[in-house]
């Protein structure tokens, strides 16, 4: 099937940093991992220095299942430079199962059709040389 | 946590007791340094003290100088102040209110005897500022428009939780502008009359977010002169506002990681800010919000008591919140109607909320003007709601 992601091709690439060389890593083979802290039973994102439950720096990378529901979105009729001439697309902030909040595109829905609540899986689009996490209607 | 906050200046020994807001213009291709020049030069003759009064400093974070690491004492350079107290205060539109408190701070442990509280910005002129960290490396690539998509992102949810009405919003809007019409220091492009239609007519940016949300980015100053009660009374100073309850909370609900974004820090800076100043919100007498975006006002309405949650469209609807209303609301045009001045906008509503309690507001005074609240909205944090949140309020001195 066509891909229906109007921002397809202008986004720019992330700036990663030293300690989430491993996220930018594992996304190059389409895996999305999230921090754990093992202590406090709890995933976070986004990927911080410690934990953020416990001030440990006791984190495990874990590889995220990609389900999730959206708890909210926006249709943007406008995109910041550098993107330039964007039809309607649709940023959202997905609760995955894990229990963390990640704030990207969905694609492959049409803005009239998108719902709070709806399930939505991930997938990956490229931004600048970098796969780049989004989601799509599951 | 120090619920005994507000308590830093209910007992009125801290007296505000001069003040001075520029014009706020779009693109006026003035430096920081000459607005924030007419505004110390503005409030200290207002205050009717002379410039070596002065001996502490609390300025805004702004965009215009935002890569110079010696902002505080290089502006203080610019502006022939030897101080023994200064700071530079990054909590977005929460500084300026947070300043107040933050002089009060320094004066109450000696650090100095009376301080400038300053906000200046030209970001609609110059904008060095390059807010980097997590934006760089998961925002910037999903296309969202910076804060009319986290207000939309925002907006959205809470029409899913408790319904959003955009007739209240679009009252809001017409409200405030009606105040800005009043107010010439009010940016000339928006003093033009608006009405409900016109919100509702207005072009969505980020579906709910129309561009009659949103603040227009602007250039402007503001300062006030904060000293302790006693010395205010040594100066001579005819006229003194005095801060009576003030609540900070900084990066609200940090450690949840699916919070209710409807949900902010106001409701726990509310509380502590009207326990220390021994109020109800009913008995606020007018009410000035930090509005970036029209909804921001209704989350605070009922965030800060004024009615459930939930139910602050209705309260919108209910209540006349123009200057001569039960609730007067952002007499001077508030953010969104008189312009935003950067980083230094949060002091907008602030310095008119004095006006307002010295009786110097002229066709738009209040009737009762013995106390008002103001607040600060600060930074905006990964897919959540802003994250901090300041109450202050006021009281003028019999």
């Known amino acids: 099937m066509s891909t229906l992601d109007p ?8 700036v990663p940093c030293n300690f989430t060389k491993p996220f930018w890593d594992a996304a190059r083979e389409c895996k999305l991992l999230l921090q754990y802290d093992p202590d406090a039973g709890k995933y976070q994102f986004y990927p911080r220095p410690i934990s953020i439950f416990s001030g440990r720096r006791n984190l495990e990378w874990r590889e995220a299942s990609g389900k999730g529901t959206i708890y909210t979105y926006t249709v943007s009729y406008k995109a910041p430079p550098p993107f330039k001439g964007v039809s309607p697309f649709i940023v959202v902030t997905v609760e995955l199962s894990e229990g963390v909040r990640v704030m990207t595109n969905l694609i492959n829905c049409p803005p009239d059709q998108v719902k709070i609540g709806m399930p939505v ?3 990956w689009v490229k931004a600048g040389e970098l796969n780049f996490p989004v989601f799509e209607p599951d | 946590m120090s619920y005994d906050q507000g308590r830093l200046i209910s007992d009125r020994g801290i007296a505000i007791i001069g003040y001075y807001e520029t014009k706020i213009e779009l693109k006026s291709g003035r430096s920081v340094y000459d607005l924030a020049g007419e505004a110390m030069a503005g409030a200290i003759a207002h205050a009717g003290i002379g410039k070596s009064e002065i001996d502490g400093f609390a300025v805004s974070s702004c965009f215009s100088d935002a890569g110079n690491p010696f902002y505080a004492p290089v502006l203080a350079s610019y502006l022939g102040l030897e101080l023994d107290w200064c700071q530079v205060t990054d909590l977005g539109g929460a500084s300026a209110s947070g300043n107040v ?3 009060a701070a320094a004066i109450r442990s000696g650090m100095c005897d009376t301080v400038l509280v300053l906000a200046a910005d030209a970001q609609s002129s110059e904008n060095k500022g390059a807010i ?17 998509g986290y207000f939309g992102l925002l907006s959205r949810r809470y029409d899913h939780q408790y319904g959003l009405d955009p007739k209240a919003l679009g009252k809001l809007a017409m409200t405030q502008r009606n105040h800005a019409l009043m107010n010439d220091k009010a940016c000339e492009k928006l003093r033009r009359p608006l009405t409900i239609e016109d919100y509702l007519a207005s072009p969505m940016i980020s579906d709910p977010i129309r561009m ?6 602007c250039d402007g100053a503001s300062a006030l002169v904060v000293t302790s009660t006693t010395r205010a009374q040594e100066l001579g100073a005819r006229k003194r506002v005095h801060p009576i309850g003030y609540g900070e909370r900084i990066n609200h609900l940090e450690t949840e990681q699916c919070p209710d974004i409807t949900a902010i820090g106001h409701s726990v800076a509310g509380t502590r800010a009207l326990k220390a100043a021994g109020l109800t919100p009913t008995q606020i007498q007018s009410f000035h919000p930090y509005d970036d975006f029209l909804i921001a006002i209704v989350l605070q309405l009922e965030q800060l008591g004024f009615c459930e949650i939930g ?20 007499t001077g045009g508030g953010q969104i109607s008189a312009g935003q001045a950067g980083l230094a906008g949060g002091a907008h509503n602030l310095v008119e909320a004095v006006r307002q309690l010295f009786g110097e507001a002229g066709a738009r005074q209040v009737k009762r003007r013995d106390n008002a609240m103001v607040t600060g909205i ?9 994250a901090s949140s300041t109450v202050l309020i006021l009281e003028a001195a019999q």
């Open chain 2, 311 to 330: 139910r602050g469209c209705r309260f919108v609807m209910e209540h006349d919140l123009s200057y001569r209303g039960d609730l007067p609301l952002n």
């Open chain 2, 132 to 148: 980097g960290a997590f934006r760089s490396e998961f925002q910037y690539s999903v296309g969202i428009m910076g804060p009319p």
């Open chain 2, 101 to 103: 408190a933050r002089a």
């Open chain 2, 212 to 217: 009659l949300d949103c603040v227009m980015v």
């Open chain 2, 378 to 386: 600060g930074w905006i944090p990964y897919g959540r709601n802003w």
């Open chain 1, 121 to 123: 899986r991930l997938a």
């Open chain 1, 7 to 14: 921002l397809a091709g202008q986004r720019p690439a992330p």
